[in-house]
T-cell receptor, first 114, second 114 residues
Framework: SQELEQSPQSLIVQEGKNLTINCTSSKTLYGLYWYKQKYGEGLIFLMMLQKGGEEKSHEKITAKLDEKKQQSSLHITASQPSHAGIYLC??????????????FGQGTILTVHP | KAGVTQTPRYLIKTRGQQVTLSCSPISGHRSVSWYQQTPGQGLQFLFEYFSETQRNKGNFPGRFSGRQFSNSRSEMNVSTLELGDSALYLC?????????????FGPGTRLLVL
């Protein structure tokens, strides 16, 4: 089984709707990263969360890390076609002993219909 | 600052051949990590280099190797290519590759093995 599980695997919404993507870990998260990827391209960094209870926002995207540090959510308000893509959560789940390694979820494919 | 660059962007090889991919990190970043992305396995960590030394390695066969130069540029090599090596290869850089450091990704190299 995956160490990081994302849900849903895919999401189709109408423009203007709100949506949430979840990332659940089987281990404690020591750093949680959200990235966005256009198909076949590199990952674009969105946000990093470190502390339990932390919440960060950028434009219409808000990410939270729960108190127990094993789950994160990414919320998009008033979605736009430009939000379409693959959202990936990546995490340091090794207590900082594993240099340069992030473990990733399988990704959530977001489609936004105009 | 310029972002992470990867060359070439696309490659077509045949089984049994070998291939070398190149990654130039963001200026000042000394840690370079490599990942393989496939539809079936998702994003998987290959290895990480810092100061010309491999500090961390994922669960890949010895056919996958890498190196880092004194200017922090990195290369990865895959020998005796197999069909299953077809993937998007991504490199990411960070300052020191340490705990809770953000990794910034390049655009990737798409490798097709025929």
């Amino acid at each position: 089984s995956q160490e990081l599980e994302q849900s849903p695997q895919s999401l189709i919404v109408q423009e203007g709707k709100n949506l949430t993507i979840n990332c659940t870990s089987s281990k404690t998260l020591y750093g949680l990263y959200w990235y966005k990827q256009k198909y076949g391209e590199g990952l674009i960094f969105l946000m990093m969360l470190q502390k339990g209870g932390e919440e960060k926002s950028h434009e219409k995207i808000t990410a939270k890390l729960d108190e127990k540090k094993q789950q994160s959510s990414l919320h998009i308000t008033a979605s736009q076609p430009s939000h379409a893509g693959i959202y990936l959560c990546g995490a340091d789940i090794s207590r900082g002993t594993s240099y340069g390694k992030l473990t990733f979820g399988q990704g959530t494919i977001l489609t936004v219909h105009p | 600052k310029a972002g992470v660059t990867q060359t070439p962007r696309y490659l077509i090889k045949t089984r049994g051949q070998q291939v070398t991919l190149s990654c130039s990190p963001i200026s000042g970043h000394r840690s370079v990590s490599w990942y393989q992305q496939t539809p079936g396995q998702g994003l998987q960590f290959l290895f990480e280099y810092f100061s010309e030394t491999q500090r961390n390695k994922g669960n890949f066969p010895g056919r996958f190797s890498g190196r880092q130069f004194s200017n922090s540029r990195s290369e990865m090599n895959v020998s005796t290519l197999e069909l299953g090596d077809s993937a998007l290869y991504l490199c990411a850089s960070s300052l020191l590759g340490g705990h809770q450091e953000t990794q910034y990704f390049g655009p990737g190299t798409r490798l097709l093995v025929l």
